[in-house]
């Protein structure tokens, strides 16, 4: 069972089915595309108590969770008290991701390279903090998840007081508890996963996200607005320290400090000219980096993962396509401010060969979808290069419409010049 209902598991989903083990499959909510290929159960994703019952009653060897949410609230701990074999961090691994403070003094402890931080329980405390700093910009954070809404750059320290009173202002609820004020990296942003078993590791390649909603990267931040993957312009030597660096010394410390990490770890990384920096942590696969990296996997996903819960990675490695991927996200008129729902979608039949669609946000009624939230569908083109891989995703894209569709069209345009073909 596969719980969540984006693009991210749309292609979970569709990958762990493909397994040899030929395994039934469900959903918790799942989406209209999910329901071509699992049972779809109305239960959402977090409900964990009637998700724990239902895989109890319907003996699920394996829930793999897609969305922090559940995971931070503890959904692994509640499948473990009845035995039930579940995908994903306990509630005590998960703050790497709910709790930005305690992921920086993780890595602090760790000796993980990292932006410098401070970090504030009280207004008057940061802003007074704020007067005696000379250099901006300043990134300014809520210390948990705001939807990617509790992230600001600030240019000066005006803007960096307007953004401390804005965390604390109470519009963030909890995740506003606390302020964090970093330095600001410059460089270029990769998305790194591994899945691991506490101990061993196995790396997943990198990924590229587009977060703004506009080309150029102009326009508020977004959930992801595209992705590409691999990443030509990351030199080997670079993703190997960001494994050595960043990834095995994070876990390293979650055991020492009693909070063993299992799952999929996900650590957005600047990669700056002093070398690899880590900007966060997630507890879960990204969204919608999973869309370009699952089609690329030639391992069977599902052994994969069963092998996580049996603590037995070790030894075992990952084979990938030689495939590259593009994803582009199709989103609804308004998004990211607000999104527009029930629009009729067209253009979804005759899907050619090498391109994915994953349903994001969408509705289905009288075998007719439409529109259901900010971002819609993700389209993924795959192929030998990323010349075509893109092309084929966006001659896709112009066969679909609905009205007030919007869409990036620089998506991996950035990867076209560095490929060597
Ligand atoms: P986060 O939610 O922590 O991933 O932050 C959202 C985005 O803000 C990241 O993907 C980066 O683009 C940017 N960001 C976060 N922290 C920093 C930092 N210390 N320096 C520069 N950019 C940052
Ligand atoms: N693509 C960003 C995220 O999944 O958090």
Same mark, same amino acid.
């Given at each position: 069972?596969?719980?969540?209902?984006?693009?991210?598991?749309?292609?979970?989903?569709?990958?762990?089915?493909?397994?040899?083990?030929?395994?039934?499959?469900?959903?918790? %909510?799942?989406?209209?595309?999910?329901?071509?290929?699992?049972?779809?159960?109305?239960?959402?994703?977090?409900?964990?108590?009637?998700?724990?019952?239902?895989?109890?009653?319907?003996?699920?060897?394996?829930?793999?969770?897609?969305?922090?949410?559940?995971?931070?609230?503890?959904?692994?701990?509640?499948?473990?008290?009845?035995?039930?074999?579940?995908?994903?961090?306990?509630?005590?691994?998960?703050?790497?991701?709910?709790?930005?403070?305690?992921?920086?003094?993780?890595?602090k402890h760790a000796g993980v390279p990292t932006a410098d931080f401070e970090a504030f329980d009280r207004e008057g405390a940061a802003l007074a903090y704020l007067r005696t700093r000379r250099d901006y910009p300043v990134v300014v954070k809520a210390d948990g998840i705001a939807a990617g809404k509790g992230v600001i750059i600030a240019r000066s320290r005006e803007e960096a007081e307007d953004a401390v009173r804005e965390v604390f202002s109470g519009k963030f609820g909890a995740a506003g508890e606390r302020v964090l004020i970093e330095e600001c990296l410059e460089g270029r942003e990769a998305s790194v996963f591994v899945m691991t078993d506490g101990?061993?590791?196995?790396?997943?390649?990198?990924?590229?996200?587009?977060?703004?909603?506009?080309?150029?990267?102009?326009?508020?931040?977004?959930?992801?607005?595209?992705?590409?993957? %691999?990443?030509?312009?990351?030199?080997?030597?670079?993703?190997?320290?960001?494994?050595?660096?960043?990834?095995?010394?994070?876990l390293h410390q979650m055991r020492l400090i009693g909070a063993p990490y299992s799952g999929l770890l996900y650590a957005g990384v600047m990669v700056t000219e002093t070398g690899p920096k880590a900007l966060e942590f997630n507890c879960r696969f990204g969204d919608p980096e999973t869309q370009v990296i699952l089609p690329r996997l030639e391992s069977d996903l599902l052994e994969l993962m069963l092998a996580v819960n049996d603590e037995n990675l070790y030894g075992r490695e990952v084979e990938w396509l030689a495939e590259k991927a593009v994803c582009v996200v199709l989103a609804s008129e308004g998004y990211p401010e607000t999104s527009h729902s029930g629009d009729e979608i067209g253009g979804l039949e005759n899907i050619p060969v090498g391109v994915y669609i994953y349903h994001?946000?969408?509705?289905?009624?009288?075998?007719k979808f439409y529109t259901d939230g900010g971002r819609v569908l993700n389209v993924v083109g795959?192929?030998?290069?990323?010349?075509?891989?893109?092309?084929?995703?966006?001659?896709?894209?112009?066969?679909?419409?609905?009205?007030?569709?919007?869409?990036?069209?620089?998506?991996a345009l950035e990867a076209i010049e560095l490929e060597d073909i």
């Open positions: 069972m596969v719980v969540g209902s984006g693009g991210r598991e749309h292609a979970l989903v569709e990958t762990l089915a493909a397994s040899h083990i030929a395994p039934e499959m469900f959903a918790a %909510p799942g989406n209209p595309g999910i329901s071509r290929i699992a049972q779809t159960v109305d239960i959402p994703a977090d409900d964990l108590i009637a998700l724990r019952d239902f895989a109890k009653e319907n003996s699920i060897d394996l829930t793999v969770v897609g969305p922090e949410v559940p995971l931070i609230g503890g959904i692994a701990e509640c499948f473990w008290e009845e035995d039930l074999r579940i995908f994903g961090p306990s509630r005590a691994a998960a703050r790497i991701e709910g709790s930005k403070v305690f992921a920086k003094e993780l890595m101990v061993n590791i196995l790396p997943f390649l990198p990924a590229q996200d587009y977060k703004r909603i506009g080309d150029g990267d102009e326009g508020p931040n977004t959930g992801g607005m595209g992705a590409y993957s %691999p990443l030509m312009w990351m030199e080997p030597a670079t993703y190997a320290a960001i494994l050595e660096e960043i990834i095995r010394p994070t994001a946000a969408t509705d289905e009624r009288d075998g795959t192929g030998p290069t990323v010349i075509e891989a893109r092309a084929r995703a966006y001659a896709a894209v112009e066969q679909i419409h609905f009205a007030g569709m919007q869409y990036r069209t620089d998506i």
